[in-house]
């Protein structure tokens, strides 16, 4: 039976990776929480027809004593789709992932640039520049990725990636591959038009394939959030602010000034609403700052 468990777990793994176009990142994450889960349960012969549903609830519950909600809930999202998958194919007789108990994540509304700060950020490399601590072209394509993270609201992964080829000048839009490679079209302001345009007239032929790529070198994500560590501790801005919370101000300042929620939706390549809709308790707590700032019996 051992044998066969890791068989089905093989095929677990290629079906959510190939056909679930889970990214990396995830199956890594789902990988580790099963890891967990077949060390707490099994001994020696892994038999996944022998886990009922009062084993999976004693382990999420024991995980919850060691471990932050989101951790566990991780955990209980990766269970529940491994033995969907295995009941699928006719592993297991039974499911024993059905009302699985998951443990409610807290919803914290994330941390935001202003306005002011943002502007600061994004003039950030050029007046490093003009003091001479970044040369010309490494301040050119930091400011294109300030701009690309803020223009253009994209992930870490959707930005380092960029094909120069999926850049339309004219129209001021790119393609992008978001998550479980879906392709979707951003919209880019002429600044940040202009920031790519003076970078690629300095990278010295090399015209083609990824935009961040140098010398057959792709920038990882970590060079990425250095480059903007750099800028925050050079700008005396808050050293915890990250790439995804550019995102989320840039999410935040198109709903204030008057963005159509499913219009925002299709920006950020969420594929649910719901997950836009975390915006709208943004904006609101906004509206209430505003209001007890304002109102005379606030």
């Excluded at 580790?32 to 084993?55: L, Q, T, Y």
């Excluded at 010398?215 to 050293?239: C, I, N």
């Excluded at 999410?251 to 390549?269: I, S, V, W």
């Amino acid at each position: 039976m051992e044998a066969e468990g890791n068989e089905s777990l093989s095929r677990y793994y290629d079906y959510i990776r190939s056909e679930c176009r889970f990214s990396p990142a995830t199956v890594a994450t789902y990988r580790n929480a099963i890891n967990v889960f077949m060390k707490w349960k099994f001994h020696g012969e892994v038999d996944f027809s022998k886990v009922s549903h009062r084993d999976l609830q004693d382990f999420i519950i024991e995980e919850q004593r060691r471990h932050r909600r989101t951790t566990v809930h991780n955990y209980t999202s990766a269970l529940r789709s491994l033995f969907n998958f295995l009941f699928a194919n006719g592993k297991i007789s039974s499911n024993p992932s059905i009302d699985l108990l998951t443990p409610k994540l807290e919803k914290t509304l994330p941390k935001i640039f202003t306005l002011s700060q943002i502007k600061e950020l994004l003039a950030a490399p050029m007046r490093a520049c003009g003091e001479e601590k970044i040369s010309r072209e490494m301040a050119l394509r930091d400011a294109m990725i300030l701009e690309l993270f803020y223009g253009a609201g994209l992930r870490i992964s959707e930005l380092r990636n960029i094909e120069i080829g999926a850049i339309d000048f004219t129209n001021r839009t790119l393609k992008v591959l978001g998550k479980r490679s879906k392709e979707r079209i951003c919209p880019f302001p002429m600044a940040t038009s202009e920031i790519i345009k003076q970078y690629l007239g300095v990278r010295k032929n090399q015209l083609t394939g990824k935009l961040f790529e140098h010398d057959g070198k792709l920038l990882t994500p970590r060079e990425m959030q250095y480059r903007l560590k750099f800028y925050l501790r050079f700008s005396g801005l808050p050293m915890d602010l990250s790439p995804h919370k550019i995102r989320h101000s840039y999410a935040t300042h198109l709903l204030n000034a008057g963005a159509d929620l499913r219009l925002l939706q299709e920006l950020l390549g969420h594929s649910s609403l719901s997950t836009t809709q975390v915006y709208t308790h943004i904006d609101s707590a906004r509206m209430k700052n505003i209001h007890e700032a304002c109102h005379p019996r606030a």
